[in-house]
């Protein structure tokens, strides 16, 4: 299913057939992408290890790095050079945690010993983390995270082939649901019906949390049991 399609599916659901258009095209497409994005963060976010967000710069000398803002969580981090994990740390611990320098307590956040990365530190500033300790040479390192799609739909329709690469396909006819929330919850005269805005909310929310919920148990592994003869 593409953007085309879902467009046309919208019009059809709600009787909005015949122009002039009770919603415009930009409109819709617009509910539209915020149901794809809506969709990704109620459901955990896209698992991804590959793409060029997925690598942040060090650079000699510097102690922070720009972070992609659509990355939702950092799940692992290894420094590229050697592979050796970097630890990462919320900023609300960073001021509780220190190291035995040679005897001296050092806190971490004081620490601007150079060296390899060690610890990646997040929360700091949106769209940036904290390396501890300063870079001593340009490495990279590799994130593996949950993140919100790459793509989006345009709403001046210059993209109506988008068939939402970062959800499978079985989710795309729920992303009406969310799109008709907005579109019943705009604030129209003519269109403004609270009941069905919220009923349209519900119905999303809810198969969100079946899709997570799927989700979550295809991550983990069957267990077999082994018992012991009698």
């Not at 659901?13 to 149901?35: K, R």
């Amino acid at each position: 299913m593409n953007a085309e399609y879902l467009l046309r599916l919208f019009r059809r659901e709600t009787g909005d057939m015949e122009e002039p258009y009770l919603w415009s095209n930009e409109e819709v497409l617009v509910y539209m992408d915020d149901a794809y994005k809506m969709f990704v963060r109620l459901t955990g976010g896209v698992a991804d290890c590959t793409s060029p967000l997925c690598t942040l710069e060090v650079k000699a000398g510097e102690n922070t790095a720009e972070i992609d803002t659509r990355i939702l969580r950092v799940m692992r981090a290894v420094r590229g050079s050697d592979n050796e994990i970097v630890d990462i740390i919320n900023i609300t611990d960073l001021m509780k945690m220190s190291r035995d320098d040679y005897g001296v307590i050092r806190p971490l956040y004081m620490d601007k010993t150079p060296g390899p990365v060690r610890y990646m530190v997040i929360g700091r500033q949106r769209g940036l983390v904290q390396w501890v300790q300063v870079p001593k040479e340009d490495d990279q390192v590799l994130l593996d995270v949950y993140r919100l799609p790459l793509a989006s739909v345009k709403p001046d329709g210059s993209n109506l082939t988008f068939s939402f690469p970062d959800i499978g396909e079985e989710h795309h006819y729920y992303l009406l649901k969310w799109m008709m929330h907005r579109g019943y919850d705009k604030r129209d005269s003519d269109l403004f019906d609270p009941v069905k805005a919220e009923k349209f909310k519900t119905d999303f929310t809810s198969y969100c949390a079946m899709a997570k919920a799927e989700w979550e148990r295809s991550k983990h592994k069957t267990r077999i049991v082994g018992y012991g003869g009698l």
